[in-house]
């Protein structure tokens, strides 16, 4: 069974930066796609970046684009989000995610979809207020 693990949020000001973590465990994360959501309060959850089972590919939707940064470190089963320029808007609850890569590719990862099983972590916070 796969159990992510997220660590990395917290309060920051408005254009500041923060590291996202998740640690994988249970099972190699090398078959897995790997992408990170958010839920903001009273909205539904939206993936906000997304990579491929070897890191070669991301996606990032154009709300974040040019400011979050997804990686992974398959020899560590950890993937990172690096945000920066962050602003009130980016608040909410951050999850880490993962789908198997014979179902998923890192667009329909990142979309809503109920199609396909995606293991979810428990979320960390980030809260973005001067």
């Known amino acids: 069974q796969l159990q992510l693990v997220e660590s990395g949020g917290g309060l920051v000001q408005p254009g500041g930066s923060l590291r996202l973590s998740c640690s994988v465990s249970?099972?190699?994360?090398?078959?897995?796609?790997m992408g990170w959501f958010r839920q903001a309060p009273g909205k539904e959850r939206e993936g906000v970046s997304c990579i491929g089972s070897s890191g070669g590919t991301t996606y990032y939707p154009e709300s974040v684009m040019g400011r979050f940064t997804i990686s992974r470190d398959n020899a560590k089963n950890t993937v990172f989000l690096q945000m920066n320029s962050l602003s009130p808007e980016d608040t909410g609850v951050y999850y880490c995610?993962?789908?198997?890569?014979?179902?998923?590719?890192?667009?329909?990862?990142?979309?809503?979809?109920?199609?396909?099983?995606?293991?979810w972590g428990r979320g960390t916070q980030v809260t973005v207020s001067s």
């Open positions: 249970g099972l190699s994360s090398n078959y897995y796609i």
């Open positions: 995610a993962a789908g198997h890569l014979s179902s998923f590719n890192v667009q329909t990862m990142c979309a809503t979809s109920p199609i396909g099983r995606k293991y």
